[in-house]
């Protein structure tokens, strides 16, 4: 597995920093110039579709056009993918440039700075050395056995991401088992009942409260990113064996009941798929075995009759109109995809039922 790290470019002096802007200026320039050629001609990681741009017409070097072809090609792909077959708006890069190790040589450093990143500039044979520091995230992984450091990195404003090939290690044999539903409201809930994250709605709210492309929605955005983060990483990772989660696609678009103006205002800024990245994430590092389910009603089936209705959920409670049975409809939730899970492994294990509820 890859692990993707962050290190600071506060360290490079005012020139370097110019020097690095105006890299990524004409990346970007010359990565919009194959969007556009690829988008009305089709083309390949090629010498031809190399050439559309002649090198006279760019101060970037062949090893930087040669990554902007493969980087336009993947937008685009990606663009073309997400509309699913539908008409789609050519995209326009303003991205970070991922640079290849024929661009970059990450080395160790000397005293005060142990990391040292020397980057291909624009002129040729005048390299961008960059002075940083190795960080606690940093040095976690490259510990680990046959762990191995990737010559190459995505160049931020002010950082660089350096990558870690980090050998995937066994799920564990034995532990706890449990079932998560992510919510809108209360960010996760367990199915031993636990909820983490009530707080998340108010994050929520603060997103849609600011202004589209303004700084102050930029950090709202940023305070939800560290809120995720700090919530997954209060589930007890180190005493599970198994996590089921729902495989959730296609929250935010297409026409069905109960997708009102309301719901839609409220799941806009919610990034489930940014919280399923984190558990993922957390889970190939905890050795926890993960397990999609279908997440067809699981908040109106009853964990203890198994009748399914629309109408046994209400809003964020849930009262079957079978047994009578009550409680929250997240816990809910959790507890059946528990249930799937285990069925899913084929465990002849099932989550206790609690006593109902007149």
């Known amino acids: 597995m890859r692990r993707a790290i962050r290190v600071t470019l506060k360290f490079a002096t005012q020139s370097k920093r110019r020097r690095l802007q105006h890299l990524i200026a004409e990346y970007q320039r010359v990565v919009n110039f194959y969007i556009r050629s690829l988008w009305q001609m089709p083309g390949g990681l090629n010498a031809q579709t190399r050439e559309r741009l002649p090198a006279s017409k ?13 980087q336009a090609l993947g937008i685009i792909r990606a663009t073309k993918n997400s509309a699913k077959g539908r008409a789609c708006s050519m995209p326009i890069f303003n991205g970070a440039p991922v640079l290849g190790h024929s661009m970059v040589l990450i080395q160790d450093g000397c005293g005060s700075f142990d990391l040292v990143v020397r980057l291909s500039g624009l002129s040729k044979g005048n390299r961008i050395t960059i002075p940083t520091r190795k960080t606690q995230i940093f040095n976690k ?29 066994p799920t564990k044999k034995s532990g706890k088992r449990l079932g998560i539903d992510i919510g809108i409201h209360k960010l996760l809930t367990d199915s031993d ?30 305070e939800r990113k560290n809120y995720i983060n700090q919530i997954v990483n209060r589930l007890p990772w180190t005493r599970l064996s198994i996590l089921g989660v729902e495989h959730l696609t296609g929250l935010k678009t297409g026409k069905q009941k109960g997708r009102g103006k309301a719901f839609r205002k409220a799941v806009a800024p ?3 798929r940014q919280v399923l990245n984190r558990i993922e994430c957390k889970a190939q590092e905890n050795r926890v075995r993960l397990v999609a389910i279908d997440p067809a009603n699981t908040s109106r089936t009853c964990p203890i009759c198994g009748t399914v209705r629309r109408d046994n959920r ?5 009262a079957c109109l079978g047994c009578g049975y009550t409680a929250d409809a997240d816990s809910v939730a959790a507890r059946n995809i528990l249930a799937r899970t285990l069925a899913t492994l084929g465990s002849v294990e099932s989550p206790k039922p609690k006593k109902a509820m007149a």
């Open 58 to 70: 760019t101060r970037c070097s062949f090893a930087f056009r040669n990554q902007a072809v493969r």
């Open 270 to 272: 919610w990034t489930y």
């Open 314 to 318: 209400r809003g964020e409670g849930f």
């Open 193 to 222: 009942g636990k909820h983490y994250g009530t707080e998340f709605k108010t994050i929520r709210d603060k997103i849609r409260r600011r202004k589209p492309g303004s700084r102050n929605r930029w950090q709202a955005c940023q």
């Open 141 to 169: 992984w490259i510990s680990r056995s046959g762990a191995r450091l990737i010559q190459g990195c995505t160049l931020g404003n002010d950082h660089l991401v350096l990558w870690v090939d980090v050998p995937e290690r």
